[in-house]
């Protein structure tokens, strides 16, 4: 992987799986790091499962910006911005700008002619796979 990082031009099937280690990266640092808990309730009341969903973006503390904001994407395949002001410590919500599904958005192809896979296709293999771990763990 660290090859392709570093390589200047690369075809569809290496952009691919470039694309596809970001996410897994990305998605495996917040399921186990765990988001802040008001974001935690926040996707509770929405009944969004966050042991089974992945996070695709997650920015904090942005200059001009909220304090939290990011994408995710539902077991159900299902993808929700959100865009809220926490706490400094990061426990208490102080106000919520936007919980938005976003779905529409997103093309979810496995074949385009010159980018191969897109990015909401991959993001849902990477979620599955997760997943599919997760359960294989339990069992």
Same mark, same amino acid.
């Given at each position: 992987?660290?090859?392709?990082?570093?390589?200047?031009?690369? /075809? $569809?099937?290496?952009?691919?799986?470039? !694309? +596809?280690?970001?996410?897994?990266?990305?998605?495996?640092?917040?399921?186990?790091?765990?988001?802040?808990?008001? #974001?935690?309730?926040?996707? +509770?009341?929405?009944? =969004? /499962? *966050?042991?089974?969903?992945? $996070?695709?973006?997650?920015?904090?503390?942005?200059?001009?910006?909220? *304090?939290?904001?990011?994408?995710?994407?539902?077991?159900?395949?299902?993808?929700?911005?959100? @865009?809220?002001?926490? *706490? !400094?410590?990061?426990?208490?919500? #102080?106000?919520?700008?936007?919980? =938005?599904? $976003?779905?529409?958005?997103? &093309?979810?192809? @496995?074949?385009?002619?010159?980018?191969?896979?897109?990015?909401?296709?991959?993001?849902?293999?990477?979620?599955?796979?997760?997943? &599919? /771990?997760?359960?294989?763990? =339990? $069992?």
């Amino acid at each position: 992987m660290e090859e392709l990082k570093l390589k200047r031009q690369l /075809n $569809v099937n290496e952009q691919i799986l470039l !694309k +596809k280690h970001y996410i897994i990266e990305k998605a495996k640092f917040w399921r186990e790091k765990g988001l802040p808990e008001p #974001i935690k309730s926040l996707l +509770k009341e929405y009944r =969004i /499962n *966050t042991d089974t969903c992945i $996070v695709l973006q997650y920015d904090q503390d942005l200059i001009w910006g909220s *304090t939290d904001e990011g994408l995710l994407l539902t077991e159900e395949g299902r993808f929700y911005e959100f @865009d809220a002001d926490l *706490t !400094k410590d990061k426990s208490k919500l #102080i106000e919520l700008y936007s919980f =938005i599904e $976003v779905t529409a958005q997103y &093309s979810i192809k @496995d074949k385009v002619k010159g980018c191969g896979k897109t990015e909401g296709f991959i993001a849902m293999e990477v979620l599955k796979e997760l997943n &599919s /771990n997760k359960r294989k763990e =339990i $069992v």
